[in-house]
């Protein structure tokens, strides 16, 4: 009820202060509306935006449509809920646009920086475009050359916890190599100042022990390699991927439902690299390369040098292979046992781009057994009740924040559809297809500049 109520409050002072500031409202006549995905298709309906917020969804022939309204669409396009990235690492500006030509409107950043929040900020003052931005605060790990936030003891992970709570972050994202105990306290410490837990499963602590501490969410399957591969000679975690035993995986599966704990595979990331670095001559020439930044070109051209001086690259690729069938086998054991699931791509990593990425990671899902509507609906609704925001995003409803895309096909149908929207909306902010394609222009012009 303090949700709903919550909602309805923002709804009104949103609407109260387009008004007054005299913006124009936008409306959507005569569209399909997908108020969520895996439900019916709402024909001929007519949306109307102000400001930041729906303000109302009718019938085309009797909805009244404000004399001063932008229309935005064509009669019989289909007007559905923006998508969420639930893993990203976003500070490049850039990047805003690459989310937004590809259907993302919400992002969850999984590592608090300055130059996030500062960007943050300008996304949500209408300065540069880009998705809602949700973060955790720095990644806490023990100490390590090239991390800001390390504790070694309770006390330590206690006093960085607070110090994220009182910048604004939503959650910690707690680390690999973290002791067992500085973990606990680390978990302790955010339900303590009401914050989420987003965490990799440390090397010094089984899958089990973790979800015994029923935090929010556990990134990359991690942990999942050494329960699945117990007896592996190797700590490589492809290699134990590789040789996983599909036996344990449905009840494995049935104990993290039992959890409660959700999960976010980042399929895309975890097969990206090894076979990149393989053929790295092919993966700069792929169409996406014009939007890696010149660093990134760098760092990634000396990754790959680096691992070919540590691995045969063929054969890491090989091995990523089949490592990657058998996370598709364990995500398909996770969806069966109705585990709760999460939809993300660690944009940036190496040849990981921001936006595209997710398209591929939403096929991916399709491999793994799941139906167009459950994917959707898993990047849209789930993750905003995951995040406790089911009131805010993840719909298209009165009160909503109209974070929408307008389509000339059904998603539900075709995948593909996303690929090319007639239009985005985020947080009441358009971009039309023409602007899209101009801002994804702009980004790679300036990648070509060093």
């Given at each position: 009820?303090?949700?709903?109520?919550?909602?309805?409050?923002?709804?009104?002072?949103?609407?109260?202060?387009?008004?007054?500031?005299?913006?124009?409202?936008?409306?959507?006549?005569?569209?399909?509306?997908?108020?969520?995905?895996?439900?019916?298709?709402?024909?001929?309906?007519?949306?109307?935006?102000?400001?930041?917020?729906?303000?109302?969804?009718?019938?085309?022939?009797?909805?009244?449509?404000?004399?001063?309204?932008?229309?935005?669409?064509?009669?019989?396009?289909?007007?559905?809920?923006?998508?969420?990235?639930?893993?990203?690492?976003?500070?490049?500006?850039?990047?805003?646009?690459?989310?937004?030509?590809?259907?993302?409107?919400?992002?969850?950043?999984?590592?608090?920086?300055?130059?996030?929040?500062?960007?943050?900020?300008?996304?949500?003052?209408?300065?540069?475009?880009?998705?809602?931005?949700?973060?955790?605060?720095?990644?806490?790990?023990?100490?390590?050359?090239?991390?800001?936030?390390?504790?070694?003891?309770?006390?330590?992970?206690?006093?960085?916890?607070a110090d994220e709570a009182?910048?604004?972050?939503?959650?910690?994202?707690?680390?690999?190599?973290?002791?067992?105990?500085?973990?606990?306290?680390?978990?302790?410490?955010?339900?303590?100042?009401?914050?989420?837990?987003?965490?990799?499963?440390?090397?010094?602590?089984?899958?089990?022990?973790?979800?015994?501490?029923?935090?929010?969410?556990?990134?990359?399957?991690?942990?999942?390699?050494?329960?699945?591969?117990?007896?592996?000679?190797?700590?490589?975690?492809?290699?134990?991927?590789?040789?996983?035993?599909?036996?344990?995986?449905?009840?494995?599966?049935?104990?993290?439902?039992?959890?409660?704990?959700?999960?976010?595979?980042?399929?895309?990331?975890?097969?990206?690299?090894?076979?990149?670095?393989?053929?790295?001559?092919?993966?700069?020439?792929?169409?996406?390369?014009?939007?890696?930044?010149?660093?990134?070109?760098?760092?990634?051209?000396?990754?790959?040098?680096?691992?070919?001086?540590?691995?045969?690259?063929?054969?890491?690729?090989?091995?990523?292979?089949?490592?990657?069938?058998?996370?598709?086998?364990?995500?398909?054991?996770?969806?069966?046992?109705?585990?709760?699931?999460?939809?993300?791509?660690?944009?940036?990593?190496?040849?990981?781009?921001?936006?595209?990425?997710?398209?591929?990671?939403?096929?991916?899902?399709?491999?793994?057994?799941?139906?167009?509507?459950?994917?959707?609906?898993?990047?849209?609704?789930?993750?905003?009740?995951?995040?406790?925001?089911?009131?805010?995003?993840?719909?298209?409803?009165?009160?909503?924040?109209?974070?929408?895309?307008?389509?000339?096909?059904?998603?539900?149908?075709?995948?593909?559809?996303?690929?090319?929207?007639?239009?985005?909306?985020?947080?009441?902010?358009?971009?039309?297809a023409a602007t899209l394609?101009?801002?994804?222009?702009?980004?790679?012009?300036?990648?070509?500049?060093?």
């Open positions: 009820m303090r949700a709903a109520l919550l909602g309805l409050a923002i709804f009104f002072c949103a609407l109260v202060n387009a008004r007054a500031k005299g913006v124009r409202p936008h409306a959507f006549v005569d569209v399909t509306v997908i108020s969520t995905y895996s439900s019916r298709h709402l024909l001929h309906r007519t949306v109307i935006v102000r400001g930041d917020r729906i303000v109302s969804i009718g019938a085309a022939r009797s909805a009244r449509v404000p004399p001063d309204a932008i229309i935005l669409n064509h009669p019989g396009q289909i007007l559905a809920p923006g998508l969420a990235d639930m893993h990203v690492h976003i500070f490049n500006p850039d990047d805003g646009a690459l989310f937004l030509a590809n259907g993302v409107t919400t992002v969850r950043n999984m590592n608090g920086r300055a130059d996030t929040n500062a960007l943050a900020q300008r996304i949500n003052a209408g300065q540069t475009p880009g998705p809602h931005i949700y973060s955790s605060g720095p990644i806490i790990n023990a100490p390590e050359e090239g991390w800001s936030a390390v504790a070694s003891t309770p006390a330590q992970i206690r006093a960085l916890v009182r910048g604004g972050y939503i959650a910690v994202k707690l680390y690999e190599t973290l002791a067992p105990d500085v973990f606990v306290a680390g978990v302790a410490a955010a339900r303590a100042h009401s914050m989420q837990v987003f965490a990799h499963v440390p090397l010094s602590m089984t899958l089990q022990q973790v979800l015994d501490l029923h935090i929010d969410s556990i990134e990359h399957l991690t942990g999942f390699d050494r329960a699945l591969a117990p007896n592996a000679h190797r700590d490589w975690d492809e290699e134990r991927w590789a040789n996983a035993d599909t036996a344990q995986m449905a009840p494995l599966a049935r104990r993290v439902a039992r959890s409660g704990v959700w999960n976010d595979a980042t399929l895309v990331t975890l097969r990206g690299a090894p076979c990149a670095f393989a053929d790295i001559a092919a993966a700069e020439a792929a169409p996406d390369y014009r939007y890696a930044t010149p660093r990134q070109r760098t760092l990634w051209r000396s990754q790959s040098q680096e691992a070919s001086t540590e691995h045969d690259l063929q054969a890491s690729c090989a091995m990523s292979r089949r490592a990657h069938q058998m996370r598709l086998a364990m995500l398909r054991a996770l969806h069966a046992a109705g585990a709760p699931l999460l939809i993300g791509t660690d944009a940036p990593q190496p040849f990981v781009y921001p936006g595209f990425s997710f398209q591929e990671e939403l096929a991916l899902h399709l491999d793994a057994g799941f139906t167009r509507a459950e994917i959707l609906r898993i990047a849209s609704r789930d993750a905003a009740r995951f995040l406790h925001l089911q009131h805010e995003f993840g719909a298209v409803a009165p009160g909503m924040r109209a974070d929408l895309l307008l389509l000339d096909q059904d998603p539900e149908a075709d995948l593909a559809a996303l690929r090319h929207p007639a239009g985005v909306m985020a947080s009441g902010r358009w971009y039309d394609s101009r801002l994804l222009d702009e980004a790679a012009a300036h990648n070509r500049s060093p």
